[in-house]
């Protein structure tokens, strides 16, 4: 899918916008800054360095893309995990990589002014801009439970989509409904994608996503004008293509079958595989194993807390508690218990089955021997 | 004592039977690797720290038992196309099997003395139905968490959408483990049904997956399908 950010040099919007290049100038930066910051723009994406010559030439002649950032029923903690971002800076990015245009949590203007100049960015780069949506739509009592500027959430969003060039969907909220919408959901909360027409969501899901795969997403888009390639369910392959069991450091003991039994044993403290203590990474894909957090310090295995799975759909709502691999239903013990308790009074039950026909056949065998013998005495007379 | 005769009919080629007990080993390896996996013992750490239960050397097994058991089915439809005798289901189009399974039934629930002769006994053949049910659902499950260490290659893309139907990967681990418990009550009813019909009613049950033949007292009601 290709989206064209068209630069616009005279007509009636006479404005001309900032590539990369000139943004990095206007702010005193050398050349050789503004190639690193383009090496680690191309690694972040997850290209390989001979699309190096591709990153510098859109970042020398395309015009710093529009964005809008959405913030809906969510806690705004994925963009707490965006500015956080250390390569590229979240600073960085948002001063001279992109033109935010809107942001509840990063602007310093408020208000009414607030909102009348999203309404002008939407006008003015109607079908250029990339709307970056955190949070989930609130649908139960026409998305009251959720307002923003006065309107339900879900207007502003259904609004805004239209013009947007590509919309990428920050975190579990905005990509699955989030917490809010685990069982019973009284608010209706929901994934945006239903809201925003037949446009592709790029799926970014995570609580929150990991900072450098935000940026790496925006970047994508914003520099090459096209969406990221996508799995089945709309994430960009290059950083959700793996489970974090198959890329964890964990992993080889795992495969040694050594396994922290309780949080506080040996295992556990020799940083053996949390698996018993129902960790997801087996099902849930993400790049914690590879990327990891804060600057490749750690992420939740290497801190010794099982994966809970939080870039999954429906991981809220997965069946077992997260420190369980298998569901409990209340008083009773996991299946296993259940199961083998279910195969005892099956033999239970057989033996007794057993016995009542040993019974029911010797009763009809008697029947038939006395048959048998009023035929013979029949006969015999 | 009369002399009873007896008549042989042979039901079951070659091809089902290997089935049959490949099947058989096959569930018994994958059960207990698979509940291994799930719940992989205490080792209860000693140094130097080292397990003898190697999760991957398991894992490994129990894949080669999955491939093997569904490569096997292979043998199961050969039989089916060049022999009468093997029937992959129950016929449910026709009206007289249910009226047979209610039979049978109400024999093995004490309420009939006997049921009638059949080749292929109708409720058995409706709970061998209701074991390919859980056969498929363990397949399709155990192949979308297989298949899905690398969801774009062509097994991830061919039952990934397993994953999507269930409500998450963590649900057809879920699934996986609670059919395999339902496989195996199937089991011991199974086997004791069948070792009920081979001494008690002289159905040669038992005898006929290693023969193929079943020697049967009375003629069968469903003798003139194997013609």
């Given amino acids: 899918m290709f989206i064209s950010f068209v630069t616009i040099k005279g007509g009636k919007n006479v404005e001309k916008r900032e590539t990369m290049w000139e943004a990095y100038l206007r702010r005193g930066f050398s050349r050789r800054t503004f190639l690193k910051g383009c090496v680690a723009l191309t690694s972040l994406m997850g290209l390989s360095t001979d699309m190096l010559d591709k990153v510098v030439e859109a970042a020398e002649t395309k015009p710093l893309p529009v964005v809008i950032w959405m913030h809906g029923h969510e806690c705004t903690g994925c963009d707490e995990s965006f500015i956080r971002s250390a390569s590229p800076l979240a600073s960085d990015l948002v001063l001279t990589n992109i033109a935010l245009e809107y942001d509840h949590l990063l602007?310093?203007?408020?208000?009414?002014?607030?909102?009348?100049?999203?309404?002008?960015?939407?006008?003015?780069?109607?079908?250029?801009?990339?709307?970056?949506?955190?949070?989930?739509?609130?649908?139960?009592?026409?998305?009251?439970?959720?307002?923003?500027?006065?309107?339900?959430?879900?207007?502003?969003?259904q609004h805004v989509a239209k013009g947007a060039a590509a919309i990428i969907a920050y975190g579990s909220c905005a990509a699955y409904g989030g917490i809010q919408a685990a069982k019973p959901n009284p608010t209706g909360s929901a994934g945006i994608s239903h809201y925003v027409g037949t446009k592709q969501v790029i799926n970014v899901p995570g609580c929150p996503p990991i900072p450098e795969v935000m940026t790496g997403v925006v970047m994508h888009v914003a520099l090459f004008g096209k969406l990221p390639t996508l799995d089945s369910d709309?994430?960009?392959?290059?950083?959700?293509?793996?489970?974090?069991?198959?890329?964890?450091?964990?992993?080889?003991?795992?495969?040694?079958?050594?396994?922290?039994?309780?949080?506080?044993?040996?295992?556990?403290?020799?940083?053996?595989?949390?698996?018993?203590?129902?960790?997801?990474?087996?099902?849930?894909?993400?790049?914690?194993?590879?990327?990891?957090w804060w600057q490749g310090m750690s992420y939740p295995i290497q801190s010794g807390a099982p994966c809970i799975g939080?870039?999954?759909?429906?991981?809220?709502?997965?069946?077992a508690c997260f420190s369980e691999r298998l569901p409990k239903y209340g008083p009773l013990p996991d299946v296993d218990i259940i199961g083998a308790g279910l195969a005892a009074a099956s033999v239970v039950g057989v033996a007794a089955h057993g016995a009542l026909s040993v019974v029911q056949r010797h009763e009809r065998d008697k029947a038939e021997a006395k048959e048998n013998e009023g035929k013979e005495q029949v006969a015999g007379k | 004592m009369k002399a009873v005769q007896r008549k042989m009919f042979y039901l079951f080629s070659p091809f089902l039977r290997i089935f049959h007990w490949i099947m058989v080993d096959a569930i018994i390896v994958m059960f207990v690797t698979g509940i291994l996996i799930a719940k992989p013992p205490e080792i209860n750490a000693l140094e130097p720290a080292q397990s003898m239960l190697l999760v991957n050397i398991i894992r490994q097994i129990h894949f080669l038992a999955a491939f093997g058991f569904c490569a096997s089915f292979v043998f199961r439809v050969y039989g089916f196309i060049i022999n009468k005798g093997d029937r992959l289901f129950p016929r449910f189009?026709?009206?007289?099997?249910?009226?047979?399974?209610?039979?049978?039934?109400?024999?093995?629930?004490?309420?009939?003395?006997?049921?009638?002769?059949?080749?292929?006994?109708?409720?058995?053949?409706?709970?061998?139905?209701?074991?390919?049910?859980?056969?498929?659902?363990?397949?399709?499950?155990?192949?979308?968490?297989?298949?899905m260490s690398e969801p774009n290659a062509?097994?991830?893309?061919?039952?990934?959408?397993?994953?999507?139907?269930?409500?998450?990967?963590?649900?057809?681990?879920?699934?996986?483990?609670?059919?395999?418990?339902?496989?195996?009550?199937?089991?011991?009813?199974?086997?004791?049904?069948?070792?009920?019909?081979?001494?008690?009613?002289g159905e040669s049950e038992v005898s006929s997956m290693f023969s193929g033949s079943k020697i049967l007292a009375h003629d069968p009601l469903d003798a003139k399908e194997l013609e």
């Fill in chain 1, 234 to 292: 709309g994430r960009p392959r290059q950083f959700y293509g793996n489970r974090i069991h198959d890329t964890c450091y964990r992993r080889p003991f795992f495969d040694a079958g050594m396994f922290a039994d309780h949080f506080d044993d040996a295992g556990a403290k020799a940083g053996w595989c949390l698996y018993k203590l129902g960790c997801r990474g087996p099902e849930t894909y993400n790049s914690c194993g590879n990327l990891r």
């Fill in chain 1, 310 to 319: 939080c870039a999954n759909a429906n991981f809220w709502d997965s069946g």
């Fill in chain 2, 93 to 147: 189009w026709e009206g007289h099997f249910y009226s047979e399974t209610v039979d049978v039934a109400l024999h093995y629930m004490f309420l009939r003395k006997a049921h009638k002769s059949y080749l292929r006994n109708p409720l058995a053949r409706m709970s061998y139905f209701g074991l390919y049910v859980l056969v498929l659902i363990e397949v399709l499950t155990g192949f979308a968490m297989y298949n």
């Fill in chain 1, 107 to 157: 602007s310093a203007a408020c208000g009414e002014p607030f909102e009348q100049h999203l309404e002008e960015t939407v006008k003015k780069y109607y079908g250029q801009y990339i709307l970056a949506v955190e949070g989930a739509v609130s649908t139960t009592n026409n998305g009251t439970y959720c307002m923003s500027g006065g309107k339900p959430f879900v207007d502003n969003l």
């Fill in chain 2, 154 to 201: 062509i097994g991830g893309l061919m039952f990934g959408w397993v994953n999507t139907v269930l409500g998450g990967e963590m649900m057809t681990h879920i699934v996986h483990h609670f059919t395999a418990w339902a496989i195996v009550l199937f089991a011991s009813g199974h086997l004791y049904m069948v070792t009920r019909a081979e001494f008690m009613e």
